[in-house]
């Protein structure tokens, strides 16, 4: 009689004991690491706050894309006139070098960019376009051009680990 009890006890013993043996018990898998995240379809405003080149208009609002790799560094920002190739950081902030990104009445825009930073819901970053007005057709006195972007995210947010 003993005998036949013993493989019931043991399988009593494993039910009441599964972390004993190392199992038995419901475990959860980890949760996959959540990777940046900020490539889609945004509603861009660019806000001009400084503008000695005499423009009329103070705000422009532009679709604009991000294109960009779940976990990558690299991204590219299409303004809806210049693909601007970026890094980001893990932390959102994100950097595009100075580049030469068309002309104002004929005269050559050099752009720098500053303060990038994804979030969730966007992105903001500041833009200083220096115009050299002797480029131009008729030449002009140099000027320059500094707007706020803002970026407001469509479909689903970015993702800022």
């Given at each position: ?23 038995g ?56 006139f ?38 969730s ?29 803002h ?11």
């Open positions: 009689m003993i005998r036949r009890r013993r493989p019931a006890l043991v399988a009593l013993a494993l039910s009441v004991f599964p972390a004993c043996g190392g199992g018990g419901a475990s959860s898998a980890p949760s996959p690491p959540r990777l940046l995240g900020v490539g889609g379809s945004y509603v861009l405003t660019k806000t001009v706050g400084d503008d000695t080149c005499g423009s009329a208009a103070t705000a422009f609002t532009f679709p604009a894309t991000v294109t960009h790799s779940p976990g990558a560094f690299a991204f590219v920002l299409n303004d809806s210049n693909d601007l190739a970026g890094t980001v950081n893990t932390d959102g902030t994100f950097s595009i070098p100075s580049r030469r990104t068309g002309t104002h009445e004929g005269g050559t825009v050099q752009s720098t960019f500053d303060m990038g930073r994804f979030t819901a966007g992105f903001d970053l500041r833009a200083r376009h220096d115009v050299d007005g002797s480029t131009g057709t008729p030449p002009y006195p140099s000027c320059h051009i500094v707007e706020s972007w970026g407001l995210k469509q479909g689903s947010p970015n993702v800022i680990p």
